[in-house]
């Protein structure tokens, strides 16, 4: 689910051009962004002409309204019904002090309505507005075309990914994530650097598997929270392969990992997963880990946070769930194809069907008593896209890869959560991922938004994000 959003909005206007077309403009962007169940912060037809900006005092006016509604403004979009006063436009949102995403759009002249009554000169009133805009050194998004009809499917499409740059931008503000335990002593490839990304500005929060232990064996079998917990699990997938105490196990474990999660206000988390939690309390925490993906409270294993990181964000963007994954096989000799695994914690969301049972991996050595607790299922067949976060001790930045693929319905007999994934060049992206030091993890979001993410990260959160296609 994708949350509403308020967005500043700024009409551009210059007074020798028809600025009429500042009142119908204004109106129908006004009347887009409420069918979009958009709050809109913008100068009323009283503050002035049409409600637009062009002079230092409209400007002066606008950024005083913006800064007064500062906490709840994500974007701000200037709109050009005419050719716009670039400086009116730049002064505006320099001085309303917002850091947030910036849309600009101009409107399209019609071939039959070039006289001085209707031309709009929208087309090079764009450009002075950039030129400034690079002037002060303020970040901003452009259409996919130059001018764009607001009554276009086309540009609806552009709002809505705009708005979802927003939702990414606004999400990683003050993020907190959550690691629960230490990585497994093997798996080197998931360290990170938690002072590279409380640079940019994502906490992490930590608790050690012991106090988990604790907290879940002090529940009570009788208490509601538990019986709840151990109805949801229930409810979630079929459980009819699993004992009774392995189910009641994983029910307390939720009810504590959610309390934790909610007194610390964490977006995502990344817990221990093996074996110490099936050693010391006798459970896989990954149908607890799927459920809580699958309600939006992203959930990694092998305390992998950058992967929990990177989840979250695919999330914000599409406002579905994601899932974190191994490249783990190669697809017979499918050069573009690759199978997408883990044992599992997937979703619910990604599946058409699924059941829980234990990880065949691991039940050998712990004894499948203690392995229970795993979702088992297909991948149904999609469009997706895949990102991948990592802290570059070296740079010191967070840098990342980011593309699209198909989830297809190749045939394939195997154990716990997988998927048959079909990505163009597929054999240069896996030459970047082990050339650049990536991890054997990647998310996957059953979406086409990667577009949207590496606008985001890259231009303005300042991340180092490649984009893979098709050599």
């Known amino acids: 689910m994708k949350e509403n959003l308020s967005m500043g909005l700024i009409v551009g206007n210059r007074g020798f051009f028809p600025d009429h077309l500042c009142k119908t403009g ?23 002409k049409f409600g637009s900006v062009e002079t230092w005092r409209d400007a002066k006016k606008c950024a005083s309204l913006f800064k007064k509604n500062r906490e709840k403004i994500s974007g701000i979009i200037v709109t050009l019904p005419n050719f716009g006063d670039e400086r009116g436009v730049s002064d505006a949102i320099r001085l309303s002090g917002l850091d947030v995403p910036i849309l600009i759009h101009a409107w399209p002249d019609e071939i039959k309505k070039m006289d ?11 450009i002075s507005v950039c030129n400034n805009l690079l002037q002060y050194g303020i970040k901003f998004t452009l259409t996919e075309k130059h001018t764009a009809d607001p009554a276009s499917g ?28 230490t990585r497994p002593q093997a798996f080197k490839t998931v360290r990170y650097s938690e002072k590279i990304l409380e640079k940019f500005g994502v906490a992490v929060d930590v608790i050690d598997l012991s106090e988990i232990f604790a907290g879940a064996e002090k529940l009570k079998e009788g208490s509601q929270e538990v019986k709840e917990q151990l109805e949801k699990i229930n409810n979630y997938t079929d459980t009819s392969e699993v004992p009774a105490t392995s189910l009641l196990k994983m029910a307390k474990l939720k009810v ?35 459920f809580l993906s699958n309600s939006l409270l992203p959930a990694a294993c092998e305390v992998d946070i950058t992967g929990a990181l990177s989840m979250y964000i695919l999330q914000l963007a599409s406002g579905t ?11 017979g000799n499918e050069e573009d194809k690759t199978v997408l695994f883990h044992c599992s914690n997937l979703p619910a969301h990604f599946f058409h069907k699924s059941r829980m049972y234990i990880s065949e991996i691991i039940a050998n050595d712990i004894g ?45 007999e195997t154990f716990g959560g997988y998927g048959i994934a079909e ?7 896996m030459k970047f991922i082990c050339e650049n030091g990536f991890e054997h993890h990647t998310v996957i979001n059953l979406s086409r938004t990667s577009g949207i993410v590496k606008e985001a990260l890259e231009k303005y959160k300042g991340w180092d994000i490649y984009q893979h296609s098709a050599a």
């Open 26 to 48: 204004r109106a129908k962007l006004l009347a887009i962004l409420k069918e979009k169940n958009v709050d809109v912060v913008t100068l009323s037809e009283k503050e002035s």
């Open 116 to 126: 001085s009554t209707h031309r709009r000169d929208s087309f090079c009133g764009k």
């Open 368 to 412: 499948k008593e203690n392995a229970y607790g795993t979702i088992y299922g297909k991948i149904k067949p999609s469009p997706f896209t895949f990102l991948r976060l990592t802290t570059d001790d070296f740079s010191g930045k967070i840098k990342g890869y980011i593309g699209e693929g198909r989830l297809t319905d190749d045939k394939l």
């Open 154 to 181: 086309q540009f609806s499409r552009e709002i809505d990914n705009f708005l979802s740059i927003c939702r990414v931008v606004r999400g990683l503000k003050n993020v907190r994530l959550g690691a629960i335990g």
């Open 321 to 331: 769930p994601s899932a974190i994954v191994d490249w783990n096989n190669n697809y």
């Open 423 to 429: 990505i163009e060049d597929l054999q240069n992206l």
């Open 256 to 290: 504590i990992i959610e309390r934790w999660i909610k007194e610390n206000e964490l977006s995502s988390i990344a817990i221990q997963c093996w074996t110490s939690i099936q050693q010391n309390y006798g459970v896989m925490p990954c149908a607890v880990m799927s």
